[in-house]
Structure formats: structure tokens, C-alpha cells
């Protein structure tokens, strides 16, 4: 395109841009699952949108790892439901189904409200204080990003709101579980119009549930929690099924 990039270019540079700093966290020892950590970062953050194809040479040469260590980080990506493979072609990252949407939210449902259940009523001791001061930081975040009207940073800070509420349980296997499950529901997320919409309102109803935490109520931050998710996918349910009907 003469005069300027071309726009499959420019979104190239915007899954790219950035990454050279993410080298650091590889270290000595790059490692398939280290960078599968990274690109799943920023599938959460909203740097890779669906149906995007993923560019071997540039990540690769962007974090500086090898094509082998690449591909097995895809890999890995692809038994997470993040990407798809599709044959001569190359990967992708995946479109969410309707059906999927409606599982996810059926797994946020057993484990966040789970992990809010666990603490029990009363003091926390200072590791779940700490986690608490997590979700508060979220809270904040979101607020601000409400504040500046950044969408998609509001639609990150609610994403981290839930990881932290999931860290609750104290599992680093439930975290894992959670790190993928809200990738996938952030790529829901990408398909909508207006992240306003569907992150705005619940604001006040993080909030509620921080403030029920940091009380020590834990039965009042479950409810809350509940209906809070219950809400949402009904809402979002709706509304994603239209746009994957549309195209």
C-alpha cells in the first residue's frame, strides 16, 4: 500500500508492539510454557483479537525464541481453547461459540463463588487480606479507567476483579484454571461493540463485593458474587449470540 501500511501491517505491529519487553520474563531458560504465560497475558489483556492469525516470525522474533518453542507454545495454547490450527493456513486465535460462553460462566460460577465461600465468616488472616487488597486494587483500576473512559482498560481491570477473586482459594491450580477460563471470556469480550456496556454498570457491584469482603462478610459477598454472574450471563448470553449470528 503505497504512502502508508497496509492494514493487516498495522494490526501486526499492534500484536507485536511491546512484546521485545516481555523478553525479560523469559530469562535463561526460554521455555514453551513461559512464553504460552505471555501470549496468554496478552489474549487477556485484549492485544489479540478473534479470528486474528498468529504471525510466527514476528512474535518469535519479537521475544527472540526459537520456531520449535513457538509452536509448542501454540500448542499448548490450542489444548487451552485460546487458538486453533487450521491446516495450511496457520493459527488463529479461536472465535468463543454460544456454548462455550454458557460454560464458562457455569465454571465461574462453582469457582469463584467457591473461593468467596471458603474464607469463612469473620477476621481474615494476612494472606487473604492481602488477596482482598488484590481485589480492591482491581476495583480501583476499573474505576479509573471508568474515570478516563479507556473501555478496554476497564474491560482488563474487570478481568483482573475476577482473577483475584478466584485466588481467594489460595490454588495454584485454580488459578491456572481461571488464568485460561478468563482469556477465553475476554475474547467474548472482543466481539462486542461497546465494552462500556458490559462493564460499567458492574462497577458498583465490584465494589459491593470488595467492601463485603473487607467487612469479613463473606455469606453478603457470595450473594452479591452470585448474582452478579447471573446477571452478566444473561446479559452478555444474549447479546453474543446476535453478533455470532451476524458475522
Known sequence: MAGGVAKSDQRRLAEVAGLESDRALLGRSSTAERVADILRDRITEGYFPPGARLSEESIGGALGVSRNTLREAFRLLTHERLLVHELNRGVFVRVVTVEDLDDIYRVRLIVECAAVRGLGEGPHDAGVQEAIGLIEAAVRS???????????????????????????????????????????????????????????????????????????????????LRSYLEDSRSQLSGAYAQRIAEG
Open 142 to 224: 476499573g474505576e479509573t479507567a471508568s474515570d478516563g473512559r479507556a473501555w478496554q482498560d476497564l474491560s482488563t481491570a474487570n478481568i483482573r476483579f475476577h482473577q483475584a477473586i478466584a485466588a481467594l482459594a489460595g490454588s495454584p491450580r485454580t488459578d491456572e484454571l481461571m488464568r485460561g477460563v478468563l482469556a477465553e471470556l475476554r475474547l467474548v469480550f472482543h466481539v462486542m461493540d461497546d465494552p462500556r456496556r458490559f462493564h460499567a454498570p458492574y462497577l458498583t457491584r465490584n465494589r459491593q463485593i470488595v467492601e463485603a469482603l473487607q467487612a469479613g462478610d463473606t455469606a453478603d459477598a457470595e450473594r452479591l
